[in-house]
């Protein structure tokens, strides 16, 4: 999985499916697919995917690339690579 722990947190790859008819978080090999239910629009997978994930982890969820993309780079705020990986299964 691409995770990668730093010192504000945890960092991880996601692709985002947009136009879905529920959100959903899947692990597909080493790929974290993010089935998201707004249109690629103005940001609203973006404000989705930041409102989702910070419900998942109880956690302040910040993007760090990606933003026009669908492959995305998300912060986990002070949460650990170890604390994160059990929630994605979820």
Do not use: W
Not at 2 to 29: A, D, S
Not at 58 to 78: C, D, P, W, Y
């Amino acid at each position: 999985m691409n995770m990668k722990e730093t010192k504000n947190g945890t960092i991880i790859e996601v692709f985002v499916k947009p136009n879905q008819p529920k959100f959903n978080v899947k692990i597909e090999g080493n790929e974290i697919i993010v089935f998201c239910t707004e249109e690629p629009v103005k940001g609203k997978v973006n404000k989705e995917l930041i409102k989702e994930f910070s419900k998942l982890f109880h956690a302040e969820i910040e993007m760090v690339s990606g933003f026009t993309s669908k492959q995305k780079r998300l912060l986990i705020r002070n949460m650990s690579k170890n604390n994160v990986e059990p929630l994605l299964h979820t």
